[in-house]
């Protein structure tokens, strides 16, 4: 060095390098000592403690005049691990587009359609989302899937689960087994409690769990006398809608219900929304077109963009044409003239008349001959392109099991008319008699009440009878049944049913044997030589059936066990996952007796036989059961259904005009709730009112049928055409497979290499060991940095962490949330806070772009030419306007040949990079030309900047669009109602008063338009960026 240099080195404030590691910057202390000869500097590298180093070792900062081929020569590049941290630092950021950050995180199985309502919702501008998938494809999951990413990307920490009263704890369950998310089961007070202090609802992964009938608000729920826990609730959620949203998330199940306007269930939705940042709405209701209840649910999703009917369905017109062009650019027939037929059709809709990514798209479509075919790639990239302009596929997403079961199982369905004993027989109309004379002495109660009884012996006439004599009123939890009949709420019915009971014991005391009831069951018998063949035949498997009428599973459970038989019971009120865990593991229990409840939100696909003993009126409560066994896991080509009725009665003649006519058994009812419509409950109520004959039973099933036909004949109709309409399409599932092919997610190395990293350039005194098994890790944090980072996760609020205890603690790290249970080691997941710590820390430290020199073995990267060198430069791409987008890029480029590698190529290229490359450490003396290696890093620098220039102006056209599409919604839904205000005034002349409150409305109605606009053009226009992440060479041997 010379003595300019050692005079720099000694003054305080210089800044220097390590020679061989670039990337440590560091600030000389103006402390220096010649040792023997040795001249020596005290330099303090990011932050650390001072040392003393060699002046070779350094250089100055200011110094640096070489380019890159200097620094290759001189061997004076950065090493791969410092590309790792980078791609380390800016995918474990949250917020690159191509990274599914829930992908394989999960204690689920990938599926790769689960994930399209992942990327739909990133892409909602409204972040809300329909999941409108058939029964039985994972709605629940998609949801938890969504929770998952929004976790990682939006740092999300509250979410609020809405179900019906009986799937809360499955929720509870899914969320903590599967998505390492501890939920609390909570009511109308408990909710409102929390919400009564919203600031301390920011426990790091908070989920509260309501059913929906435990929070709805009553009507008059605005007047402060109506004092219950749920108007209370209502007001509050009323309250905090002006503030910011109380929860990250808001998941809706069985979202169906809030499709009438005019329900509490539509009111509890309206202001849940309004505290929500993001909501998902899960229903397996199908895409109907014609169907208003439709508009309800999306409305509630975009509140702003489809606040009346009329802008949805020109929404959904417009869209049709963009979803034909993308399906022609699936088959290879298709002519260039062909797609652009349906683009000009889409053109002629207002939607998308300005839309500058159409007109972009037909512009390039007409400088192609249209009579020619486009190629692969050609195809591709269209569809994405067409894609884009999708009007709807970020807000409803639809999957049909028909479109992901290939191999789905087939339904074998067998029914069994069982004849009545004469025992069975004689007891039946001896309990009908004593129903019939307590109409007739009580002034004929409602018809349901009086027919309970005998659905109580359509099940199992012994353990009716026994029920009766026994004087117990209605079991708690058949209520249930009654609204699955009628529609009716069962509510308020046990005292009413207690008094029919109890006559109905009293008459038939002493005119029936139990004892010989016992021994004369029919239906037992059948079902017992059932359940022996099958299970001789198939030692092990397993059998569930299903009963509406607790006491019948109890009296089955007895027999069975009488025969030989395990059987187990599963009903509400219990711990169903223990229950069927303990069943499905056992070696000796042969058949799961399900209840009605239990049946809801199980998965029983371990299974293939299931006997109906006794039939639910509603098909779809048939459907719903079946639908345990006959979902996504299921490994048998057949299912088989068998199910009983006592010949002659009501349920004999619904099985055999009603389900068998339609084979309600062997067709799975995708939406039956649109299907049946309120069929099944007129017909219930009818049936159940004891006033008709026979005959008269017999032409309202027919007529039921008849109903269910038509409807369900239009709605496939409807089906196909909405697949037309709001099809993501196949395109979108399999951009998920490739990214999980490509391993395009955080994995475990990526986590420790992450840490190992920190640790290593931050934390002198630490130790990190592999323990070698199970992912364990022994970690001591020095002092300085354990309480740094336990007054880091106090300050954020986040889960506190041994790390912080400063001792050598055993942790696991595994990029996998926690699953129930108590763990007996802390696990570091891409959610653990020392990770959040870590980019904290990582975006305080000096940009620096490392220049690289690497070799990789041809056989990891089949797409380079072997013995060649290429010329790369990866970017980190930012975009932000209507969304936000970050993204990777790189360009790779022949020295030889100057060659551009393609897009694809490039992609898969950096992954392997990160995986398989090492340093070429003998690049100063195998490099070839200076001249080439400068000029093939020129050219890569410029191809990059180019194709950012593109992807930057197709961005501000998505963009523009998006805009102008909110603009004319908000403009439109403006216009009507302000008209709507005005024909008020015009129709109430003379009534001042209220004119005075409707011109107060008129003027509310003028600022908010104004501040949803004014919000809109905020993002009008995009924010970018480019970040250098590397460059360098690669060496293909």
Same mark, same amino acid.
């Given at each position: 060095?010379?003595?300019?240099?050692?005079?720099?080195?000694?003054?305080?404030?210089?800044?220097?390098?390590?020679?061989?590691?670039?990337?440590?910057?560091?600030?000389?202390?103006?402390?220096?000592?010649?040792?023997?000869?040795?001249?020596?500097?005290?330099?303090?590298?990011?932050?650390?403690?001072? =040392?003393?180093?060699?002046?070779?070792?350094?250089?100055?900062?200011?110094?640096?005049?070489?380019?890159?081929?200097?620094?290759?020569?001189?061997?004076?590049?950065?090493?791969?691990?410092?590309?790792?941290?980078?791609?380390?630092?800016?995918?474990?950021?949250?917020?690159? #587009?191509?990274?599914?950050?829930?992908?394989?995180?999960?204690?689920?199985?990938?599926?790769?359609?689960?994930?399209?309502?992942?990327?739909?919702?990133?892409?909602?501008?409204?972040?809300?989302?329909?999941?409108?998938?058939?029964?039985?494809?994972?709605?629940?999951?998609?949801?938890?899937?969504?929770?998952?990413?929004?976790?990682?990307?939006?740092?999300?920490?509250?979410?609020?689960?809405?179900?019906?009263?009986?799937?809360?704890?499955?929720?509870?369950?899914?969320?903590?087994?599967?998505?390492?998310?501890?939920?609390?089961?909570?009511?109308?007070?408990?909710?409102?409690?929390?919400?009564?202090?919203?600031?301390?609802?920011?426990?790091?992964?908070?989920?509260?769990?309501?059913?929906?009938?435990?929070?709805?608000?009553?009507?008059?729920?605005?007047?402060?006398?109506?004092?219950?826990?749920?108007?209370?609730?209502?007001?509050?959620?009323?309250?905090?809608?002006?503030?910011?949203?109380?929860?990250?998330?808001?998941?809706?199940?069985?979202?169906?219900?809030?499709?009438?306007?005019?329900?509490?269930?539509?009111?509890?939705?309206?202001?849940?929304?309004?505290?929500?940042?993001?909501?998902?709405?899960?229903?397996?209701?199908?895409?109907?077109?014609?169907?208003?209840?439709?508009?309800?649910?999306?409305?509630?999703?975009?509140?702003?963009?489809?606040?009346?009917?009329?802008?949805?369905?020109?929404?959904?017109?417009?869209?049709?044409?963009?979803?034909?062009?993308?399906?022609?650019?699936?088959?290879?027939?298709?002519?260039? /003239?062909?797609?652009?037929?349906?683009?000009?059709?889409?053109?002629?809709?207002?939607?998308?008349?300005?839309?500058?990514?159409?007109?972009?798209?037909?512009?390039?479509?007409? @400088? &192609?001959?249209?009579?020619?075919?486009?190629?692969?790639?050609?195809?591709?990239?269209?569809?994405?392109?067409?894609?884009?302009?999708?009007?709807?596929?970020?807000?409803?997403?639809?999957?049909?099991?028909?479109?992901?079961?290939?191999?789905?199982?087939?339904?074998?369905? !067998?029914?069994?008319?069982?004849?009545?004993?004469?025992?069975?027989?004689?007891?039946?109309?001896?309990?009908?008699?004593?129903?019939?004379?307590?109409?007739?002495?009580?002034?004929?109660?409602?018809?349901?009440?009086?027919?309970?009884?005998?659905?109580?012996?359509?099940?199992?006439?012994?353990?009716?009878?026994?029920?009766?004599?026994?004087?117990? /009123?209605?079991?708690?939890?058949?209520? @249930? %049944?009654?609204?699955?009949?009628?529609?009716?709420?069962?509510? @308020?019915?046990?005292?009413?049913?207690?008094?029919?009971?109890? &006559?109905?014991?009293?008459?038939?005391?002493?005119?029936? +044997?139990?004892?010989?009831?016992?021994?004369?069951?029919?239906?037992?018998?059948?079902?017992?030589?059932?359940?022996?063949?099958?299970?001789?035949?198939?030692?092990?498997?397993?059998?569930?059936?299903?009963? &509406?009428?607790?006491?019948?599973?109890?009296?089955?459970?007895?027999?069975?066990?009488?025969?030989?038989?395990?059987?187990?019971?599963?009903?509400?009120? %219990?711990?169903?996952?223990?229950?069927? =865990?303990?069943?499905?593991?056992?070696?000796?229990?042969?058949?799961?007796?399900?209840?009605?409840?239990?049946? $809801?939100?199980?998965?029983? %696909?371990?299974?293939?036989?299931?006997?109906?003993?006794?039939?639910?009126?509603?098909?779809?409560?048939?459907?719903?059961?079946?639908?345990?066994?006959?979902?996504?896991?299921?490994?048998?080509?057949?299912?088989?259904?068998?199910?009983?009725?006592? !010949?002659?009665?009501?349920?004999? !003649?619904?099985?055999?005009?009603?389900?068998?006519?339609?084979?309600?058994?062997?067709?799975?009812? /995708?939406?039956?709730?649109?299907?049946?419509?309120?069929?099944?409950?007129?017909?219930?109520?009818?049936?159940?009112? /004891?006033?008709?004959?026979?005959?008269?039973?017999?032409?309202?099933?027919?007529?039921?049928? +008849?109903?269910?036909?038509?409807?369900?004949?239009? $709605?496939?109709?409807?089906?196909?055409?909405?697949?037309?309409?709001?099809?993501?399409?196949?395109?979108?599932?399999?951009?998920?497979?490739?990214?999980?092919?490509?391993?395009?997610?955080? #994995?475990?190395?990526?986590?420790?290499?992450?840490?190992?990293?920190?640790? =290593?350039?931050?934390?002198?005194?630490?130790?990190?060991?592999?323990?070698?098994?199970?992912?364990?890790?022994?970690?001591?944090?020095?002092?300085?940095?354990?309480?740094?980072?336990?007054?880091?996760?106090?300050?954020?609020?986040?889960?506190?962490?041994?790390?912080?205890?400063?001792?050598?603690?055993?942790?696991?790290?595994?990029?996998?949330?926690? #699953?129930?249970?108590?763990?007996?080691?802390?696990?570091?997941?891409?959610?653990?806070?020392?990770?959040?710590?870590?980019?904290?820390? #990582?975006?305080?430290?000096?940009?620096?772009?490392?220049?690289?020199?690497?070799?990789?073995?041809?056989?990891?990267?089949?797409?380079?030419?072997?013995?060649?060198?290429?010329?790369?430069?990866?970017?980190?791409?930012?975009?932000?306007?209507?969304?936000?987008?970050?993204?990777?890029?790189?360009?790779?480029?022949?020295?030889?040949?100057?060659?551009?590698?393609?897009?694809?190529?490039?992609?898969?290229?950096?992954?392997?990079?990160?995986?398989?490359?090492? =340093?070429?450490?003998?690049?100063?003396?195998?490099?070839?030309?200076?001249?080439?290696?400068?000029?093939?890093?020129?050219?890569?620098?410029?191809?990059?900047?180019?194709?950012?220039?593109?992807?930057?102006?197709?961005?501000?056209?998505?963009?523009?669009?998006?805009?102008?599409?909110?603009?004319?919604?908000?403009?439109?839904?403006?216009?009507?109602?302000?008209?709507?205000?005005? %024909?008020?005034?015009?129709?109430?002349?003379?009534?001042?008063?209220?004119?005075?409150?409707?011109?107060?409305?008129?003027?509310?109605?003028?600022?908010?338009?104004?501040?949803?606009?004014?919000?809109?053009?905020?993002?009008?226009?995009?924010?970018?960026?480019?970040?250098?992440?590397?460059?360098?060479?690669?060496?293909?041997?």
């Amino acid at each position: 060095m010379t003595v300019q240099q050692h005079e720099a080195l000694s003054q305080a404030g210089t800044k220097v390098r390590m020679k061989y590691d670039p990337s440590q910057i560091g600030e000389c202390t103006g402390k220096a000592d010649d040792d023997d000869g040795d001249f020596l500097v005290q330099v303090s590298f990011n932050g650390k403690r001072p =040392d003393w180093f060699l002046a070779d070792q350094l250089e100055l900062l200011e110094e640096e005049v070489e380019d890159d081929i200097t620094r290759i020569r001189t061997g004076r590049t950065d090493t791969i691990d410092t590309l790792k941290r980078a791609f380390a630092r800016i995918q474990l950021g949250g917020k690159m #587009s191509e990274i599914f950050y829930s992908m394989d995180t999960t204690h689920t199985e990938f599926m790769p359609h689960q994930f399209k309502p992942v990327l739909a919702m990133l892409d909602s501008p409204s972040q809300g989302l329909l999941i409108a998938d058939e029964v039985g494809l994972g709605k629940t999951i998609e949801a938890g899937l969504i929770w998952t990413e929004l976790r990682f990307r939006k740092q999300a920490r509250r979410l609020l689960v809405v179900c019906p009263a009986m799937l809360t704890e499955k929720w509870q369950y899914e969320l903590r087994y599967r998505f390492g998310t501890a939920g609390t089961i909570t009511d109308a007070a408990g909710l409102l409690k929390i919400l009564e202090h919203p600031d301390q609802v920011t426990v790091d992964n908070q989920c509260i769990i309501c059913s929906l009938q435990g929070i709805r608000p009553p009507s008059e729920w605005e007047k402060a006398e109506t004092s219950s826990p749920a108007a209370r609730l209502a007001r509050r959620l009323n309250e905090l809608s002006i503030e910011d949203p109380v929860f990250d998330m808001t998941i809706i199940d069985e979202a169906h219900y809030l499709r009438n306007p005019e329900t509490a269930s539509a009111t509890l939705g309206n202001l849940l929304r309004r505290v929500s940042d993001h909501i998902a709405l899960l229903t397996a209701t199908p895409v109907n077109t014609s169907n208003r209840d439709l508009h309800s649910l999306v409305k509630l999703a975009d509140p702003d963009q489809f606040q009346f009917a009329e802008q949805f369905q020109s929404i959904l017109e417009a869209n049709r044409p963009l979803v034909k062009a993308s399906n022609a650019l699936k088959l290879q027939a298709s002519t260039y /003239g062909n797609v652009l037929e349906h683009l000009a059709d889409a053109q002629q809709h207002w939607v998308l008349k300005r839309s500058e990514q159409l007109q972009e798209l037909i512009q390039e479509l007409e @400088g &192609y001959d249209l009579s020619t075919t486009p190629n692969s790639s050609q195809r591709i990239r269209l569809r994405e392109r067409v894609e884009r302009l999708n009007l709807l596929s970020h807000i409803i997403t639809r999957t049909r099991k028909r479109e992901v079961m290939v191999n789905r199982a087939t339904r074998e369905a !067998k029914h069994l008319p069982v004849p009545m004993s004469p025992e069975e027989q004689s007891a039946y109309d001896i309990a009908t008699e004593a129903i019939a004379r307590y109409a007739e002495e009580n002034d004929s109660p409602e018809g349901f009440l009086l027919a309970m009884p005998q659905r109580q012996m359509s099940s199992c006439i012994y353990a009716a009878v026994d029920h009766w004599l026994n004087k117990s /009123g209605l079991v708690e939890g058949d209520d @249930g %049944q009654f609204y699955e009949d009628t529609g009716e709420d069962g509510r @308020g019915l046990l005292e009413s049913s207690s008094r029919l009971i109890g &006559y109905i014991g009293r008459h038939i005391a002493g005119k029936v +044997d139990l004892s010989a009831l016992r021994s004369s069951d029919s239906k037992y018998s059948r079902l017992n030589a059932a359940l022996s063949e099958f299970l001789k035949r198939h030692p092990d498997e397993k059998v569930i059936v299903f009963s &509406y009428f607790k006491k019948t599973l109890s009296y089955l459970n007895s027999r069975l066990k009488e025969d030989s038989i395990r059987s187990i019971i599963v009903q509400g009120g %219990q711990d169903k996952k223990a229950i069927i =865990d303990e069943f499905r593991n056992s070696n000796t229990q042969q058949v799961l007796l399900s209840s009605e409840v239990a049946s $809801e939100g199980v998965d029983l %696909q371990f299974m293939r036989f299931i006997i109906n003993y006794d039939l639910p009126w509603n098909p779809m409560k048939v459907e719903q059961r079946i639908g345990r066994v006959d979902r996504i896991g299921q490994k048998s080509p057949k299912i088989n259904i068998l199910s009983f009725v006592y !010949k002659g009665t009501i349920d004999d !003649k619904i099985l055999s005009r009603l389900f068998d006519r339609l084979n309600l058994f062997e067709n799975s009812l /995708g939406g039956a709730e649109d299907i049946l419509g309120d069929s099944i409950s007129v017909m219930s109520k009818r049936l159940l009112s /004891g006033k008709l004959t026979p005959a008269q039973q017999q032409a309202q099933i027919e007529q039921t049928a +008849d109903a269910i036909e038509q409807r369900r004949r239009d $709605e496939e109709i409807v089906d196909e055409s909405s697949s037309s309409l709001v099809a993501l399409g196949d395109y979108i599932q399999s951009q998920v497979t490739e990214a999980h092919n490509s391993n395009r997610k955080i #994995s475990d190395e990526d986590l420790i290499e992450y840490i190992t990293d920190f640790l =290593d350039r931050h934390a002198p005194g630490h130790t990190i060991n592999n323990l070698a098994k199970d992912h364990q890790f022994t970690i001591k944090l020095p002092p300085n940095i354990a309480v740094d980072f336990g007054d880091f996760t106090r300050k954020e609020k986040l889960t506190p962490s041994r790390l912080s205890i400063g001792h050598e603690q055993t942790f696991i790290i595994n990029n996998q949330v926690a #699953s129930g249970g108590k763990q007996k080691h802390e696990i570091i997941n891409q959610f653990h806070p020392f990770i959040k710590y870590i980019s904290l820390k #990582s975006l305080q430290e000096e940009p620096h772009t490392p220049l690289l020199a690497l070799k990789v073995n041809a056989s990891n990267i089949p797409v380079l030419e072997t013995g060649e060198v290429y010329a790369f430069k990866v970017e980190n791409w930012s975009f932000s306007g209507s969304k936000e987008e970050d993204f990777l890029r790189s360009s790779f480029v022949n020295c030889n040949t100057l060659n551009e590698v393609s897009r694809n190529d490039a992609s898969e290229i950096m992954g392997c990079i990160r995986s398989h490359a090492s =340093d070429w450490l003998e690049a100063p003396t195998q490099l070839g030309s200076d001249e080439k290696i400068r000029q093939s890093i020129d050219t890569v620098e410029k191809l990059l900047a180019r194709k950012y220039r593109k992807e930057l102006k197709e961005k501000q056209s998505e963009n523009n669009d998006r805009i102008r599409i909110q603009e004319e919604s908000v403009r439109k839904s403006h216009e009507k109602k302000r008209s709507q205000l005005e %024909q008020a005034i015009n129709n109430n002349i003379g009534n001042s008063r209220y004119i005075k409150m409707t011109r107060g409305r008129l003027k509310s109605l003028k600022n908010q338009t104004e501040m949803l606009l004014e919000k809109i053009n905020k993002k009008k226009k995009i924010k970018d960026s480019r970040e250098p992440v590397a460059v360098g060479i690669l060496k293909v041997e």
